[in-house]
């Protein structure tokens, strides 16, 4: 029996407030690249990996990875500035406010050997981190400015941590192995921003005000894969580990006041970009099987479940101020709320004298390595995008083409791509079914709401005044069922809603 050892959590980070005094301005001023005026964060720490674990026994073992370590949360944060920011060269935001969750750790491998009989399992990969909320607020006494590329105003951020992958399983002998499954995504949570000052960009793809909640993705499953002795009877099972699930999502808020003055110069330079997007789920892992030389073998191989994707948070934007965009492609107002997609279920191929494979199931909750052949009507898969608000009181002016003064929209994700089986064995006395698996559900898109008391004025061409829209996500596919056996029975897998 061998069992590798579990990797150590990340430390959480603790909250992080920073406040200008009472009736203080300041004034801040960076002139090289990458370099941001004011960051403040609180970042959790991340997992350790899982330890490698390897059995060699003549007659029987049982070997399984160590499970990656936990990830660290990033907490509250939250700053008031007064006074003014100006940085002068790329890629350098004037106010950076952030919670991030640590990465999750990935699992142990493992490796078996025995003559008769083995099982192995790999290691799981550890959920990502929450992130904390993150805020921030401005008074008529800021003053922000950027002048170079990829330089925004003031970014706001909620961000889960990237769970930790599950790793393979390998055996040689009569066996059953199992892949890791991948962690969970990390939490986005609230991002909440009130903005009063003067905010200006000269740059591209430098937002006025970037504002996101961001869900973390779900890792990726450990394949696994057996191979048999030559023996007289092989009988071994193979089954890819799951992918993790994606994190959820929350509640994007921005409110421009009436004092609030927001220009962007350049191209790709929205006004407000507020987002929330639910994390995409992980890929399942392969199984695979060979059984050599045996006379009688009989396998089964199932491939790893893809990870559901997740919901995607609440956005509302309020403006009572002016904003204005000089540039290409450039709205005044961008709302967007965004399902994560499923995840791709795991392959399964073999080659014996009796298999049995069925591809993974993508897109199922918490990942349950069985095989799905059910109801695809079912909508416990889905992945909606969330309700999105937006009220305009103030004073909204675009110059160029494709620059709309306000674009709402909420997109459910996208369902997941069903395993492809395959069987090659192609002796005379071979038998075989395959069962492909099956693509996850679209989620719903949510409910889009556009409020106007106030001016909207574009100048260019396909510049439209108001897009409101809410998509439905694509189903899945399903996979494929192919083989080369002489009896044989395939039957390709369902596609997703």
Do not use: C
Not at 119 to 128: C, E, H
Not at 360 to 377: F, K, L
């Amino acid at each position: 029996v061998g069992v590798g050892g579990s990797g150590a959590g990340g430390g959480d980070a603790d909250a992080v407030t920073l406040r200008t005094a009472d009736g203080a301005m300041q004034s801040i001023t960076t002139d090289g690249a990458d370099s941001a005026g004011l960051i403040v964060q609180s970042v959790g720490g991340g997992g350790g990996n899982g330890g490698f674990s390897g059995t060699l026994s003549a007659i029987a073992g049982f070997g399984m990875g160590g499970r990656g370590g936990a990830a660290g949360k990033g907490v509250a944060t939250e700053a008031t500035y007064n006074g003014s920011v100006e940085t002068f060269r790329e890629r350098s935001a004037g106010i950076i406010v952030q919670s991030i969750g640590g990465g999750g750790g990935n699992g142990g491998g493992q490796f078996g050997l025995s003559v008769n009989a083995s099982v192995g399992i790999g290691g799981s990969g550890a959920g990502g981190g929450e992130a904390g909320t993150a805020k921030f607020f401005s008074t008529t006494t800021l003053d922000v400015t950027t002048h170079q590329s990829d330089s925004a105003g003031i970014i706001v951020q909620s961000v889960g941590g990237g769970n930790g992958g599950g790793t393979a399983s390998a055996g040689l002998g009569a066996n059953v192995t199992i892949g890791g499954k991948g962690g969970g995504g990390g939490t986005g949570w609230t991002v909440d921003v009130t903005n009063g000052a003067a905010v200006h960009t000269e740059g591209v793809q430098s937002h006025g005000i970037l504002a996101q909640s961001i869900g973390g993705s779900g890792g990726v499953g450990g394949a696994s894969g057996t191979s048999s002795t030559d023996s007289k009877i092989a009988i071994t099972l193979s089954l890819g580990g799951a992918g993790g699930a994606g994190g959820t999502s929350d509640k994007v808020h921005v409110q421009n006041f009436q004092s609030g003055s927001i220009l962007t110069q350049d191209d790709n330079s929205h006004g407000i970009f507020a987002q929330s997007v639910g994390g995409g789920g992980g890929a399942g892992g392969a199984g695979s099987t060979e059984t050599g030389k045996a006379e009688t073998a009989v396998t089964m191989y199932i491939g790893g479940q893809g990870g559901s994707g997740s919901i995607g948070g609440e956005v509302e934007v309020n403006n009572f101020g002016k904003i204005e965009t000089l540039g290409y492609i450039s709205h005044g107002i961008f709302a967007q709320s965004i399902g994560g997609g499923g995840g791709a279920s795991g392959a399964a191929t073999g080659a014996s004298e009796a298999d049995m494979t069925i591809g993974g199931g993508a897109s199922i909750p918490n990942g349950i390595p069985i095989p799905v052949v059910g109801d695809p009507n079912d909508p416990d898969n889905e992945a909606d995008g969330g309700k999105v608000t937006v009220t305009n009181d103030g004073e909204i002016i675009t110059h160029k083409d494709g620059s709309y003064g306000i674009f709402a929209q909420s997109i459910g994700g996208g369902g997941g791509y069903g395993g492809t089986v395959s069987s090659d064995f192609a002796g005379s006395d071979s038998f075989a079914l395959s069962l492909g698996g099956k693509g996850g559900n679209g989620g719903d898109g949510g409910d889009v709401r556009v409020e106007v008391s106030g001016s909207i004025e574009t100048f260019g061409a396909r510049a439209h005044g108001v897009v409101a829209q809410s998509v439905g996500g694509g189903g899945g596919v399903g996979g494929d069922a192919k083989g080369k056996t002489s009896n044989a029975l395939g039957i390709g897998g369902l596609g997703g809603n």
